[in-house]
Structures are given as structure tokens and as C-alpha cells.
């Protein structure tokens, strides 16, 4: 008797093996089209501008994309003589913060591009747990500049946020905060209103 397939949801995350690549060109990165269609297919949250045809062809025609790394999470297939498929895809790019000597690793975002939100498979389990009741939304780090920018939202077990965010204030450009997880949006809202001069 043949055994059952064994779809990679399957098998949870933790049993798996994950490895990363870093692609630098965008034909390096072509060649991972078919397992990036794939993980398109299955995102928790769908981003077009990071499929394969709209990302290509920023990552060759737009100039600010020549320092642009492709970060590639791989999954192990659970079944034998597999390959392994794709779970997490980050284009990602190293800038300093307002000008500070703070660098940072952020997800690249061009001018005709409205929403950063990386790709990664439904069926991990950490994009499971941003789902959960109580969960903070995943947060889109540029989506509105006139909003409060949430650059980095951080989540550990003991239920606290660390918050890392502009104050949109000439005093201090950088604020970190940590509030608990009922209290974060009200908080962080209040505590990021542009006061009046």
C-alpha cells in the first residue's frame, strides 16, 4: 500500500529544516521564480508589487534598486527526495534612520509602491500567531506618512510590545516604548498626536 502525500501544512514548522539565501540581482532571483509563484500562491498576506513580475522588474528598471537584497526563507519538504519549497520572501535594504548614525534593515518599498508587507506562507507558525484573538495587526511600516509610523513591532511571550516609532517631533526622532498588548494601539495613537507649537 502506497503511503498518503503528505502536504507541507502538514508538518508543522518547528519539524522542519529552514535555510536562507540572500539574492543581490534580479536574475539570480529570476531563478527562483516557479517556488516564488508558489509562495505567492499560498501568502498570508498578498502583496502584489512583490510577485515575481511586478519586483523584477522594479528591482531592474528603478534606480534605487541597486542596493535592494532579496532575503529567500526555505522550508524542508517533509517528503523524501523533495525539494524544498519557499516560505518567506523579504526585499530588504540597509538605510540609516533620519540621517543618525542608526543603521537599519528595512523592507524596500519604491515610489509606485504603496504597501511593504513581505511574503510569507500562510501555514507558518508565527504568521499563525499574529492571527490569534488579542494579536496586534501586522503593521505596515510606510503605508501612510501622514500616520503614525510603526517601524518595528516585536512580539514576546510575556504579552509586552516593544514599540519603535517617529515622534514626528524635531526634540526627539526616536521613541521606544513598551505597552501592554490591551493598551498598545490607545497608547501609542495618544502618545504619537504631532503636538501643537
Not at 141 to 166: C, K, Q, Y
Not at 171 to 189: E, Q
Request: hydrophobic share 45%.
Amino acid at each position: 500500500m502506497p503511503s498518503p502525500v503528505v502536504a507541507p501544512a502538514m508538518v508543522p514548522m518547528s519539524q522542519r529544516a529552514l535555510t536562507v539565501t540572500v539574492e543581490r540581482t534580479p536574475e539570480r532571483l529570476a531563478a527562483h521564480t516557479a517556488a516564488w509563484e508558489e509562495l505567492v500562491a499560498n501568502a498570508a498576506d498578498p502583496n502584489p508589487f512583490y510577485e515575481p513580475y511586478a519586483l523584477l522588474a522594479a528591482l531592474r528598471l528603478l534606480p534605487d534598486a541597486k542596493d535592494v537584497e532579496v532575503v529567500l526563507v526555505w522550508a524542508s519538504n517533509p517528503l523524501p527526495r523533495q525539494p524544498r519549497f519557499l516560505v518567506g520572501l523579504f526585499p530588504l535594504v540597509h538605510r540609516r534612520y533620519k540621517g543618525l548614525p542608526l543603521p537599519t534593515l528595512s523592507t524596500w518599498k519604491h515610489g509606485y509602491q504603496y504597501l511593504g508587507t513581505p511574503l510569507v506562507r500562510h501555514d507558518c507558525a508565527a504568521v499563525r500567531r499574529l492571527h490569534e484573538p488579542g494579536a496586534p495587526a501586522w503593521v505596515d511600516s510606510g503605508a501612510a506618512a501622514e500616520h503614525p509610523m510603526i517601524n518595528h513591532l516585536w512580539r514576546d511571550r510575556a504579552g509586552i510590545e516593544t514599540l519603535v516609532t517617529s515622534t514626528g517631533r524635531s526634540s526627539g526622532a526616536l521613541a521606544v516604548a513598551a505597552f501592554p498588548l490591551a493598551r498598545l494601539a490607545r497608547t501609542a495613537v495618544k502618545r504619537l498626536k504631532p503636538t501643537k507649537p
